[in-house]
């Protein structure tokens, strides 16, 4: 997997293979819609193939800012900081009473 990242210029942005997913959906029904339905069906194959590329250059942006100690994004909007800088509180503790 580090391989292809790192022959194909720009392939560590996840953004890069969702749009290869996107253009080679377009491409697939371009090529059906010409009558040729063998080379659609073919390049069909491939924009699951892309889509998974883009989610492990996702999660690889994830772990390195996580590594750098940059916030990360929450689904939805939001920053989420790295747990080094957030309090530990075991689920279900509570604070020792003071005696």
Known sequence: MRDVMEMVPKAGS???????????????AAAYMMGRKHLALFVGLWPPTFAALGNRAEVNEEIINLASGQPIQRLGGGEVMPLAEQPFRAQGAT?????
């Open 95 to 99: 604070r020792p009473r003071a005696a």
């Open 14 to 28: 996840s953004s890069f293979w969702y749009n290869l997913c996107f253009a080679t959906i377009g491409l697939s």
